[in-house]
Structure formats: C-alpha cells, structure tokens
C-alpha cells in the first residue's frame, strides 16, 4: 500500500497547509455574510470539505482560496444553508460548546447586519473587499463576474449603505 | 476615506480580529470519493490549539488534542452500552448495535430517519451482515454489508476466491475497469483504511446469458460470505486495513446514490467502531425463529415490479424485479404472475443466520415453468433486440424444469417452446 499511502501524505499535508492558512479568513468571511456567530464555523467548514472533496482540481488552482471563498459566499447568504448550520450548531450544544465567533462591537455589529441586508451580490463584494481585501479584479474571479460589475456593486453597496448607517443621501 | 469606508474597515478589522480569538477547531473525516464527511470530534475551549485535520495516514505530527479525546490514531473501542444485534430478519430502528458474529466485536450507529421503518437487517450468511435502507428497492439497492474476508476473488474469475486479502492494492489495480474513484486513504474507527468506489463490469443475472449467472464477487469469508456486485450497482468500500489479523470491509451499494442514503451511510460509518471480543454478543439462539408453515407470495404489481403480498416479515425484499432468478435466495417470483411459496425456513443454529430453501410446490413450479417458457415470451419478444432474452427465458425454464422432474415436450419445429407440465404419476 506504499503508494497510496505516499499519495494520501502529499495530499493530507498539502491541504492541510491550505486549510491552516485560509481558515480564519474564511469564517470570517460567512460570519460576515450569515451574521451569525455560531454557524460561521460550520459554513466554512463546509467549503472546506467542498474542497477537500475536489482537491484533485481545486489545489491545481492558482488561488484555491478564491474557490473556497466562492463556496462560502454562496452558501452564507443562503437562508436555507445558514438555518441548518445554525441548526447544526445548536445540536452540538448538547455535547460541547460550538466554535462561535467571538462577540464583536454593537457598531461593527450594526455595519454587518446592514450589509447584510444590501442585495446578496452586493454584499459579497463589500465583504470580499473589506474583510478580505481583495482586489475588484479578484472578486470578480471568485464571483464570476467582471470587474466592472464588482465596482458597480461595491459603488451601490456603499450608496446604500451610508444612506442606511448615516441617513444620508442615496443620491 | 469616506466615513462608510472607515467604518467597513474597522468594522472589518473587529471581524477579523474576533476570528483571531476562536479556538482551533480539531475534525477527523470519514472519506468517501463523492462525499468526504467531516466529522466534529472535539469543540477546542482553548484557544492556540493547533489545527488537527485528520485526512488520512499522515495526520500524525499535528499537534495538540483536548485532554479527554481518544488519540486518533487507537482503535476507538466499540460502545458499550449498544444493544445486540437481533436475529435476521428484523427491522434495526435508531440507535447503537454490536455484535461479534463475524469474529471480532463491532458497533454501529443506525440514525433516526424520520420514518418508522427502519433499516431492515437481512438474512445473510454467517460470514456477512447485510442491512437494507429503508428506501432499498432490491438487492444492491441501498444496502451495506460487513465482512471480515479472508480473500479477495480472482480478478481472471471474479466469482471464484483467489486472491490475497493483504494485496488490496494489486487488486486494484488487476481490477482497474471496475474501479470508479481510486483508492485513498482515510480512517475508520480510529484504525487505518482505504476507500474506493467500484461498479463491476461483469453482467450478472444476465438474462442473455444462460443458466444462473452469478454476480462477480469483491470478497469472500470462506464459504460463509461473499459481497455479490450488483449489475449496475455503484458500491463506496472502506477497507479497514487489521481488524483482529484481517481486514474488515464495509460497503454500501446503491444504483443511484441519493443525498440521504449518503448521509445515512457516512453516518454508520462514522460511528462504526471495533474491538476484540469476548464472545458473548452473538445472536441468541432462542432469537431465531420460523414457523413451519411459513410462506409467503409475490405478485406483480402496475409497475412491473413484483412486491411481496401479505405483511410477513422476511429475509426478502419486500420488493424486487424482473430479470431475478428463480431460485435467487433474495429475489423470487420475479417474473409477471409468478407466485413462489417458500417453506422450510431451517435455523442454522447456533449460527447467527439462518438459511431458507426456496421450494414450489411441483406440480405449480411446472405450470408456472410452462407459463414462464411460453406465456412470458411473446412479451418479451415484443421489446426490441429481446429475441435472445426470451430464447435465454425459455432454455432456463426448460432446464429448470427437466431438473426438477417436470415433463417437457418437444421443440416445435417453428421454433415454439415446448410445454412444460407435471409428472403425470
């Protein structure tokens, strides 16, 4: 069994070194998107295990992350993903505290929730871009869409945004 | 920066700071080529723990653990408080089962599903447990099976033993048009194994092909139990590599893998777990029953699937197909209005299984023989390129009848079948 055995260590250890890497971005990411601080974990955990399950094609990429990034996007702003993660997590009370993101600030909390609420596209642009600052050239990639349609989320995002947290003009 | 930037930054900057703060998360897997499952094993209430991500073999130089979790790379003992396997056939509902009828003891989790059937433990062979889904709809269907081989088959005769258990992966690769994902590694119960899918190639319970067509074999325990590969059956096979001096195998079949029966078995997988034994979790002789007069009947339902009359509980599907043998342990009465009564169910005790002898009555098996060389064909005949099939029908209708002392007529010379009826004295 040499062989496969060698093949398993390469693999184990190069996403193992991914995952280390990525990880913390990336529930950053869905607590961003989900707003919820006990789901997030299992949110990316779940991209990660997308990943891991394509590993073939994905680490073959030049920025695995982006892919991971997308998955969690996507499935952050799903409702349906987020309840049961939430669920999930909620299960797990019974046995052990779930990995919740610690508590934030009321303020950074109330930026988030608005986010939130922007058009789910939009959203990801301004959490790609802030918390993970990255370019509008990469959120494109990882989103699928030009760059030119990131810098029009980002620019309405933000429209909406300071209109809802200042009161100020949409213009 | 505009005052919306400056608050996304820090807002950013409280994010990424609270993510700093989280404890390492520690996850083991439970591997499958389609559905890698990952699998809470520790919640890590102290931050710095270094991330274990248990993925195979390798996973051993990573560092810190809770205090009270097992060290990953031990056999995780079978739980103590399962309930013992009953006697097939029984319906398994949730909950946790062991039993040590293959040699060494085993545990098992089978979930709640929502429903209240649940899996459905078969009749199998002292070498095998074999457990159906409660949405199987026949043999391969959905099901899981456990051995403990002690050989591969002969990739030159996939239906015969010939083939060292502790070469899996010269099998392999002898049998590498079967193989549909290639082998990883993964654990299992703490211990060490490799998965694969494979999907046999071999046609088996081909009608175009004469006579009883076995199904090619991945394992064998002795005489005791074989794990038959299904026509077109995708079977996940983890194959853990020294379970008590031999492998022990789980596999999990199905036609057409859905979300749930995946989920269902990466649970058991999951939970499963193994240890010596002590030789008391067999099953309880006084646990096997069977009634004399024990029968039961198929008949065809309006969607050509024969589904079992009546609400016996039995060692068979409650539904199968056409295209079964007639004398298939596990799929009678496969043919439209073929009935089978089947009689002396025999306990093989104090094995943990039982066997049962398919028998019809004579003088029925030769009517329905009859109906089934002659009645059946032109049906068959009428789908295109079944020609051959009805021939392959007819030939093995007459060879069943011939040894079973039924009176066959001559061949016509249009080439009608001949009559197939009973003994007259």
């Given at each position: 069994?040499a062989?496969?055995?060698?093949t ?6 190069e ?22 601080r006990s ?9 990660f ?25 996507n499935?952050?702003v ?37 986010v ?7 959203a ?8 993970d600052d990255r370019?509008?050239d990469e959120i494109?990639?990882i989103?699928g ?7 029009t ?19 | ?5 400056d ?24 591997e499958?080529?389609?559905n ?5 094993t ?19 130089g ?9 060290p990953i790379?031990d056999?995780?003992?079978?739980d103590?408080?399962?309930m013992?396997?009953?006697?097939p056939p029984?319906r398994?509902n ?7 009828v ?9 979930a709640n599903?929502?429903s ?11 070498g ?8 199987s ?9 456990f ?5 591969l088959?002969?990739?030159e005769?996939?239906f ?16 590498a048009?079967w193989?549909?994902d ?8 703490g211990?060490?194994?490799t ?6 190639t ?5 009608p175009?092909s004469p006579?009883d ?33 031999s492998?022990?195998?789980?596999a999990?079949g ?9 989920a269902?078995?990466n649970g058991?997988?999951?939970t499963?777990?193994?240890?010596r034994?002590?030789?008391?979790l067999?099953?309880?002789a ?8 024990f029968?039961?009947?198929?008949t065809?339902d309006?969607g050509e ?6 609400d016996l509980?039995?060692g068979?599907?409650?539904r199968?197909w056409r295209?079964q ?5 596990q799929g009678?009465?496969a043919e ?21 002898d398919?028998?019809?009555e ?12 002659l009645e ?5 005949r ?5 020609f051959l099939?009805?021939l392959v ?7 069943r009848a011939?040894?079973?002392?039924c009176v ?6 249009d ?8 003994p007259?004295?």
């Amino acid at each position: 069994m040499a062989r496969i055995e060698e093949t398993a260590a390469a693999f184990v250890d190069e996403f193992d070194a991914f995952y280390r890497r990525e990880r913390r971005a990336v529930v950053g990411l869905a607590y961003a998107l989900s707003g919820s601080r006990s789901a997030a974990d299992d949110l990316a955990q779940e991209a990660f295990v997308a990943a891991y399950r394509r590993w073939d094609t994905v680490g073959a990429y030049d920025d695995p992350g982006a892919w991971v990034r997308k998955v969690v996007s996507n499935n952050a702003v799903s409702r349906w993903r987020r309840a049961r993660s939430e669920a999930k997590a909620v299960l797990l009370l019974g046995n052990s505290r779930p990995h919740e993101v610690p508590p934030i600030s009321a303020e950074a909390e109330d930026v988030w929730r608005a986010v939130r609420a922007l058009p789910n596209r939009q959203a990801q642009c301004i959490a790609l871009h802030y918390l993970d600052d990255r370019s509008v050239d990469e959120i494109g990639q990882i989103l699928g869409c030009s760059p030119n349609t990131v810098k029009t989320h980002l620019a309405r995002g933000r429209e909406t945004l300071a209109f809802k947290m200042e009161g100020g003009d949409r213009r | 920066m505009s005052r919306i930037d400056d608050l996304l930054t820090r807002s950013a900057a409280e994010v990424r700071d609270a993510v700093e703060r989280m404890p390492e998360r520690e996850v083991t897997t439970v591997e499958t080529a389609h559905n890698r499952k990952t699998v809470l094993t520790a919640a890590g209430a102290v931050a710095g723990v270094i991330i274990v991500l248990l993925l195979g073999w390798a996973l051993f130089g990573f560092g810190g653990r809770e205090p009270d979790v097992p060290p990953i790379d031990d056999p995780i003992p079978v739980d103590s408080d399962a309930m013992p396997l009953p006697a097939p056939p029984a319906r398994i509902n949730a909950g946790t089962y062991v039993t040590d009828v293959l040699g060494p003891a085993f545990s098992f989790d089978v979930a709640n599903y929502g429903s209240d059937d649940g899996w459905f433990l078969q009749v199998a062979g002292p070498g095998e447990v074999a457990i159906s889904h409660p949405l199987s709809e026949g043999p391969g269907d959905r099901d899981m099976w456990f051995g403990h081989p002690d050989q591969l088959s002969d990739p030159e005769d996939p239906f015969s033993a010939g083939w060292d258990v502790g070469d899996l992966e010269g099998w392999l690769d002898a049998n590498a048009d079967w193989v549909v994902d290639e082998a990883i590694g993964t654990r299992v119960g703490g211990r060490q194994a490799t998965m694969f899918t494979l999907r046999a190639t071999n046609p088996c319970r081909d009608p175009e092909s004469p006579g009883d067509v076995p199904c090619p074999v991945l394992v064998f325990d002795g005489d005791d139990g074989a794990l038959w590969l299904e026509n077109s059956v995708l079977y996940e096979v983890w194959w853990i590599h020294d379970v008590e001096g031999s492998p022990f195998v789980i596999a999990a079949g199905a036609a057409t893998w859905t979300d749930e029966f995946r989920a269902n078995v990466n649970g058991i997988v999951a939970t499963w777990a193994a240890g010596r034994s002590d030789g008391s979790l067999g099953v309880e002789a006084s646990t096997v029953e069977a009634d004399a007069d024990f029968r039961w009947e198929y008949t065809l339902d309006s969607g050509e699937v024969v589904v079992l009359a009546g609400d016996l509980p039995s060692g068979f599907p409650a539904r199968t197909w056409r295209g079964q043998n007639l004398d298939a342990t596990q799929g009678v009465g496969a043919e439209p209005g073929l009935h089978n009564w089947v009689t002396n169910v025999e306990p093989m005790l104090p094995e943990p299984a039982h066997t049962v002898d398919l028998i019809i009555e004579l003088d029925d098996a030769c009517a329905e023989l009859h109906r089934f060389a002659l009645e059946m064909n032109p049906q068959e005949r009428e789908a295109p390129g079944n020609f051959l099939r009805a021939l392959v029908f007819t030939e093995y209708a007459i060879d069943r009848a011939v040894e079973i002392g039924c009176v066959v007529g001559e061949w016509g010379t249009d080439g009608a079948p001949p009559a197939i009826s009973e003994p007259t004295s």
